[in-house]
């Protein structure tokens, strides 16, 4: 099961001076909010996966991955789709403002800002996320291997062998990407980077078409070009 657990809301600080963590963190602790805190952007991926925060105020000097990038692949992890994102910056050029929200970011606060400033700018993203969310809350998903079937949401879903197989794989890691030659090898025992992907496209798009209620607007089974194929749902079971 994906879906979080009631309770405060919980804030992920990335930010590479620990002095700077801490004055955020208090900051927002004195609002009730749950802090968390990473040194770097490999920090900050565990802890995302781990505790999957309600917002995550990002630095853009992190010491060992550009900010950027790492904002852009956060918004690939499904439980971070839509979750807000504040930058913090003592870069006050429009084009990296434009570049941070390009790459997935809500919102930017230039340095130095008050306490105030802050507290008003996570209180604004959490509302618009919650109103976010209660349009794009995710579906949940239940796989039955004695039937071969799926229930989404209410719906039930009667699935071939192979469909099965494939959707079940995928949500044996919701968080991974899975490419068409990892799923050739995995399911069809290709050699590695052997095979043709046509046939994990064929079958990736018969099974949108029995799971999905707009196949051409994917939103449990979707995909990032160039890294592959991943689950994106509140998995009950499987």
């Not at 990296?96 to 919102?107: P, T």
């Not at 606060?109 to 809350?137: I, N, Q």
């Not at 046509?198 to 999905?212: D, S, T």
Request: hydrophobic fraction near 40%; charged fraction near 25%.
């Amino acid at each position: 099961m994906f879906a979080r657990n009631p309770g405060p809301n919980t804030i992920l600080t990335v930010h590479g001076d620990s002095a700077a963590r801490k004055v955020i963190g208090r900051t927002l602790a004195r609002e009730g909010h749950a802090i968390i805190e990473a040194a770097d952007g490999q920090a900050a991926i565990r802890l995302v996966r781990v505790h999957r925060p309600d917002i995550i105020i990002l630095d853009t000097a992190l010491p060992d991955v550009n900010s950027l990038e790492l904002c852009t692949y956060l918004r690939t992890l499904p439980h971070v789709t839509h979750t807000p994102i504040l930058f913090i910056s003592e870069r006050t050029g429009a084009l990296y403002v434009a570049q941070a929200l390009d790459s997935g970011g809500d919102d930017y606060l230039r340095l130095p800002f008050t306490s105030r400033e802050l507290k008003a700018r996570v209180r604004a993203l959490l509302r618009r996320a919650e109103r976010r969310g209660r349009r794009m809350a995710l579906p949940a998903l239940r796989l039955d291997a004695s039937t071969h079937s799926a229930q989404i949401d209410d719906r039930n879903v009667q699935l071939t062998v192979t469909e099965y197989r494939l959707l079940a794989y995928l949500c044996q890691s919701p968080l991974r990407h899975h490419s068409a030659h990892d799923l050739l090898q995995a399911l069809w025992g290709y050699p590695p980077k052997r095979g043709d992907t046509a046939l994990v496209r064929n079958h990736i798009r018969n099974l949108r078409r029995k799971i999905e209620s707009d196949p051409e607007h994917p939103r449990l089974l979707v995909s990032l070009h160039g890294r592959g194929y991943l689950i994106n749902a509140d998995l009950e079971s499987v």
